[in-house]
């Protein structure tokens, strides 16, 4: 039980330190916006949120906060007896990276307006959750999930596509470390390339 309750506190302070420090971002005066991305990678799929402002000409700063469902090492396998598929190895695991995010946008300024080539870095803390499998409640799987925080953080390169209206394409590839502290299923490092899609919800 005590292992439950410093997980949630541990879970809550993360997500404030996020939280504050994409409203710190509010102290810059230039242009801002939130954006989803939609992520695959060699071990799963995921999607998140974004705030992005930008602090200077071909520097912003911001929120990235995603949620990762792992599928590595699961499979479909043929049944004959009941004539339909299973999936082995199926897992419950879910991370949840909260970071503090900073895109760098080296050629701002020296190509076209509707084409954005940028870095992005982000690092902060990535929480874990593992549902024990041989639950069947939904709910009770995830209450009594075993939960650990570890650093994390990425590394990548995108492009912005602009069009005449204030929405936004992106696409880019990248690198996840995230690494756990204790093994999950016999196995800590579950990060590697990813690729990602970013759709621009508004900008002001």
Do not use: C
């Amino acid at each position: 039980m005590n292992r439950y309750i410093s997980s949630f506190f541990l879970i809550k302070t993360a997500v404030k330190l996020v939280i504050a420090l994409a409203f710190s971002s509010s102290l810059f005066s230039q242009e801002k916006s939130n954006n989803l991305n939609f992520m695959f990678t060699n071990n799963g799929y995921g999607f998140g949120y974004e705030f992005e402002k930008f602090s200077k000409e071909n520097l912003s700063i911001g929120a990235d906060l995603r949620f990762y469902d792992i599928r590595s090492d699961e499979y479909p396998v043929y049944d004959p007896f009941f004539n339909q598929y299973k999936v082995i190895g199926e897992k419950n695991i879910t991370m949840l990276p909260l970071y503090f995010r900073l895109n760098y946008y080296p050629f701002q300024g020296k190509i076209a307006n509707n084409f954005e080539p940028y870095i992005l870095f982000a690092m902060g803390p990535m929480i874990s959750i593992d549902g024990d499998e041989s639950i069947r409640s939904f709910s009770k799987r995830w209450s009594e999930a075993d939960t650990q925080i570890s650093p994390g953080g990425s590394i990548g390169f995108g492009i912005n596509f602009n069009t005449n209206t204030s929405n936004t394409l992106s696409f880019g590839l990248g690198y996840d470390y995230l690494k756990v502290k204790e093994p999950i299923h016999s196995k800590k490092d579950y990060g590697g390339a990813f690729l990602y899609l970013k759709y621009k919800i508004n900008r002001e």
